[in-house]
């Protein structure tokens, strides 16, 4: 007598596990939430700070000033020098064109017309030195 | 400052003493505003000077200056007629 197989139901057929699946995936998906870094939005701002050595004090050089004195007689003495308007203009100019950050000291004698110093105020607001300062004698 | 250095403010001339209790008055009131020192061109530097000097005692350090040049009018601080 032969075994007599039995038909296979429907119920005995391969099918996938659900509940290890179910229970891998959750492993996983804790596992990335754990180990989950969020980033530091702060850290991508850019801030300055100070240099650690302070830059050391900016020694002025002297050929950065000049010193024009305005005189009723002659007008514009400038380095033991005399000066008139039109001269004194293409001086400064030439002065412009090697700086623009040349402090000019002008100092007036009590005697000397007003005109002269508006004028050579004129002349400095001309070709853009603006670093001025203005002493009476 | 008119070229024989004589001060005038808005066209009335005034005594240097005056002036200066005026502008006194004004700051102690008003505290620091802006003042045009307008020079005439012939005027001495020392004239102009004197206003300066004037709003710096006053405690007004900050002062413009302008160069004018009057033309012959009608004396200010004087009506037409």
């Keep these: 007598m032969g075994r007599d197989k039995k038909p296979r ?22 596992f990335f939430i754990v180990t989950l870094k969020s980033e530091d939005i702060m850290a991508r701002l850019e801030v300055m700070r100070p240099a650690p050595e302070v830059a050391p004090p900016k ?3 002297p050929d950065d000033l000049l010193q024009i004195q305005v005189w009723k007689e002659p007008t514009y003495v400038l380095r033991g020098r005399e000066y008139s308007l039109k001269s004194m203009d293409q001086h400064l100019r030439k002065v412009a064109g090697y700086s623009k950050n040349v402090t000019v000291i002008i100092k007036c004698t009590k005697d000397s017309p007003h005109r002269y110093l508006v004028d050579l105020l004129d002349l ?14 | 400052v008119d070229k024989k250095g004589r001060l005038s403010v808005h066209g009335i001339y005034l005594e240097p003493a005056v002036l200066e209790n005026l502008l006194r008055i004004r700051h102690k009131r008003y505290g620091e505003f802006p003042i045009l020192i307008r020079g005439d061109l012939r005027a001495m530097h020392q004239q102009v000077r004197a206003v300066m000097d ?13 160069g004018v040049y009057e033309h012959k009018k009608s004396d200010p601080g004087k009506s037409p007629n």
């Design chain 1, 9 to 30: 139901r429907e119920a005995d057929k391969a099918q996938l596990e659900m509940t290890p699946m179910i229970d891998v995936v959750f492993q996983l998906l804790i």
């Design chain 1, 59 to 61: 020694i002025e050089n």
């Design chain 1, 124 to 137: 400095c607001a001309k070709h853009k030195l603006n670093k001025l300062a203005v002493f009476s004698m």
């Design chain 2, 54 to 66: 004037m709003c710096t005692d006053i405690g007004i350090a900050k002062v413009n200056i302008a």
